[in-house]
Protein backbone atom coordinates (compact mmCIF):
# COMPACT_ATOMS: atom_id res chain seq x y z
CA UNK A 1 0.00 0.00 0.00
CA UNK A 2 2.86 2.59 0.96
CA UNK A 3 4.45 1.37 -2.47
CA UNK A 4 1.02 2.70 -4.18
CA UNK A 5 0.92 5.92 -2.29
CA UNK A 6 4.82 6.72 -3.15
CA UNK A 7 3.91 6.52 -6.70
CA UNK A 8 0.75 7.74 -6.50
CA UNK A 9 2.24 10.90 -4.99
CA UNK A 10 4.95 11.17 -7.83
CA UNK A 11 2.62 10.76 -10.71
CA UNK A 12 0.71 14.02 -8.89
CA UNK A 13 4.13 16.23 -8.55
CA UNK A 14 5.15 14.93 -12.40
CA UNK A 15 1.49 16.30 -13.43
CA UNK A 16 1.50 19.93 -11.46
CA UNK A 17 5.06 20.19 -12.40
CA UNK A 18 3.73 19.37 -15.97
CA UNK A 19 0.85 21.56 -15.92
CA UNK A 20 2.78 24.30 -14.26
CA UNK A 21 5.42 24.51 -16.56
CA UNK A 22 3.08 23.97 -19.25
CA UNK A 23 0.86 27.18 -17.84
CA UNK A 24 4.34 28.89 -17.70
CA UNK A 25 5.11 28.45 -20.80
CA UNK A 26 1.86 29.37 -22.23
CA UNK A 27 1.95 33.06 -20.52
CA UNK A 28 4.24 34.30 -22.81
CA UNK A 29 2.72 37.41 -24.50
CA UNK A 30 3.75 38.47 -27.48
CA UNK A 31 4.96 41.38 -26.31
CA UNK A 32 6.86 39.83 -24.04
CA UNK A 33 8.80 37.70 -26.94
CA UNK A 34 9.15 40.80 -28.79
CA UNK A 35 10.95 42.63 -25.70
CA UNK A 36 13.40 39.87 -24.76
CA UNK A 37 13.97 39.72 -28.91
CA UNK A 38 14.73 43.86 -28.92
CA UNK A 39 16.73 43.92 -25.84
CA UNK A 40 19.52 41.41 -27.21
CA UNK A 41 19.44 43.02 -30.51
CA UNK A 42 20.06 46.38 -28.93
CA UNK A 43 22.98 44.77 -26.29
CA UNK A 44 24.52 43.58 -29.36
CA UNK A 45 24.49 46.89 -31.02
CA UNK A 46 21.52 46.60 -33.51
CA UNK A 47 18.34 48.80 -33.85
CA UNK A 48 15.62 46.67 -34.16
CA UNK A 49 11.93 47.33 -34.47
CA UNK A 50 8.66 45.98 -34.60
CA UNK A 51 7.09 45.62 -37.85
CA UNK A 52 3.68 45.24 -39.11
CA UNK A 53 3.33 42.04 -38.44
CA UNK A 54 4.35 42.21 -34.74
CA UNK A 55 7.95 40.25 -36.07
CA UNK A 56 11.22 42.03 -34.66
CA UNK A 57 13.00 43.55 -38.22
CA UNK A 58 17.01 44.38 -37.76
CA UNK A 59 19.91 45.46 -40.21
CA UNK A 60 23.12 43.47 -40.74
CA UNK A 61 25.23 45.07 -43.61
CA UNK A 62 22.46 46.87 -45.08
CA UNK A 63 20.47 43.48 -45.70
CA UNK A 64 16.39 43.14 -43.50
CA UNK A 65 16.49 40.62 -41.14
CA UNK A 66 13.50 39.14 -39.37
CA UNK A 67 12.77 36.92 -36.07
CA UNK A 68 9.85 35.79 -36.36
CA UNK A 69 7.32 35.96 -33.78
CA UNK A 70 5.63 32.70 -32.80
CA UNK A 71 3.56 33.17 -29.30
CA UNK A 72 1.69 29.57 -29.82
CA UNK A 73 5.01 27.30 -30.19
CA UNK A 74 7.51 29.11 -27.81
CA UNK A 75 10.17 26.61 -28.46
CA UNK A 76 10.28 27.62 -32.06
CA UNK A 77 13.06 30.43 -32.99
CA UNK A 78 13.05 31.29 -36.63
CA UNK A 79 15.33 34.40 -38.13
CA UNK A 80 14.60 35.09 -41.81
CA UNK A 81 16.28 37.37 -44.24
CA UNK A 82 15.08 37.86 -48.10
CA UNK A 83 16.06 39.71 -51.36
CA UNK A 84 15.00 39.96 -54.88
CA UNK A 85 16.21 37.68 -57.64
CA UNK A 86 16.06 38.73 -61.69
CA UNK A 87 17.73 36.81 -64.78
CA UNK A 88 17.43 33.41 -63.82
CA UNK A 89 14.85 30.38 -64.50
CA UNK A 90 13.20 28.92 -61.56
CA UNK A 91 15.22 25.92 -62.48
CA UNK A 92 18.51 27.56 -62.14
CA UNK A 93 16.98 29.14 -59.03
CA UNK A 94 15.89 25.87 -57.48
CA UNK A 95 19.33 24.32 -58.56
CA UNK A 96 21.07 26.94 -56.54
CA UNK A 97 18.77 26.88 -53.87
CA UNK A 98 19.17 22.69 -53.52
CA UNK A 99 22.82 23.29 -53.42
CA UNK A 100 22.82 25.73 -50.77
CA UNK A 101 20.67 23.79 -48.81
CA UNK A 102 23.04 20.82 -49.13
CA UNK A 103 26.07 22.60 -48.36
CA UNK A 104 24.18 24.58 -44.89
CA UNK A 105 23.93 23.63 -41.66
CA UNK A 106 20.56 24.19 -40.43
CA UNK A 107 19.76 27.40 -42.91
CA UNK A 108 16.87 26.74 -45.58
CA UNK A 109 16.85 28.65 -48.87
CA UNK A 110 13.66 28.61 -50.65
CA UNK A 111 12.03 30.28 -53.63
CA UNK A 112 8.80 31.87 -54.24
CA UNK A 113 6.70 30.31 -56.57
CA UNK A 114 7.12 32.91 -58.86
CA UNK A 115 11.05 32.82 -58.73
CA UNK A 116 11.26 36.23 -57.55
CA UNK A 117 12.40 36.22 -54.25
CA UNK A 118 14.51 34.01 -52.28
CA UNK A 119 14.68 33.44 -48.60
CA UNK A 120 16.61 32.16 -46.17
CA UNK A 121 15.51 31.02 -42.84
CA UNK A 122 17.29 29.47 -39.59
CA UNK A 123 14.79 27.63 -38.10
CA UNK A 124 15.59 26.17 -34.27
CA UNK A 125 13.98 24.24 -31.40
CA UNK A 126 14.97 25.57 -28.23
CA UNK A 127 13.70 24.95 -24.36
CA UNK A 128 12.86 28.36 -24.03
CA UNK A 129 12.59 31.46 -25.88
CA UNK A 130 15.57 33.15 -23.68
CA UNK A 131 17.53 30.27 -25.12
CA UNK A 132 17.70 32.43 -28.55
CA UNK A 133 20.93 34.31 -26.50
CA UNK A 134 23.10 31.78 -27.18
CA UNK A 135 22.98 30.65 -30.65
CA UNK A 136 22.36 34.15 -32.12
CA UNK A 137 25.52 34.99 -33.74
CA UNK A 138 26.03 31.72 -35.19
CA UNK A 139 22.50 31.61 -36.69
CA UNK A 140 22.86 34.69 -38.37
CA UNK A 141 26.28 33.22 -39.43
CA UNK A 142 24.71 30.58 -41.10
CA UNK A 143 22.11 32.60 -43.08
CA UNK A 144 25.18 34.31 -44.47
CA UNK A 145 26.66 31.17 -45.33
CA UNK A 146 23.52 29.60 -47.22
CA UNK A 147 23.14 32.80 -49.39
CA UNK A 148 26.98 33.18 -49.94
CA UNK A 149 26.67 29.15 -51.12
CA UNK A 150 23.03 30.25 -53.03
CA UNK A 151 24.93 33.48 -54.81
CA UNK A 152 28.23 31.66 -55.52
CA UNK A 153 26.25 29.49 -57.51
CA UNK A 154 23.99 31.62 -59.38
CA UNK A 155 27.55 33.53 -60.19
CA UNK A 156 28.14 29.91 -61.77
CA UNK A 157 25.67 29.43 -63.66
CA UNK A 158 25.79 33.14 -65.25
CA UNK A 159 29.32 32.76 -65.95
CA UNK A 160 28.67 29.04 -67.90
CA UNK A 161 26.28 30.26 -70.06
CA UNK A 162 28.60 33.26 -70.96
CA UNK A 163 30.80 31.07 -71.96
CA UNK A 164 28.25 28.40 -73.55
CA UNK A 165 29.61 25.60 -71.34
CA UNK A 166 26.43 23.55 -69.65
CA UNK A 167 26.96 20.40 -67.42
CA UNK A 168 24.46 17.77 -67.99
Known sequence: MAKKCKILAAIIIFGVIFTFNLTAQNG??????????????????YLPSIDEDGDIQFKVSGDNYFIIINESDLQFFQIYMGFSLTAFSIDDLLNAANSANRRSKVAKTTISSDGKIASITVELLL??????????????????????????????????????????
Request: hydrophobic fraction near 40%; glycine fraction near 6%; proline fraction near 3%.
Open 127 to 168: NSPNDFVPVFARSLSLIRNAEGIFRSQLRDIALNREVGFFEY
Open 28 to 45: WTREDLQGIYMEHLRQEG
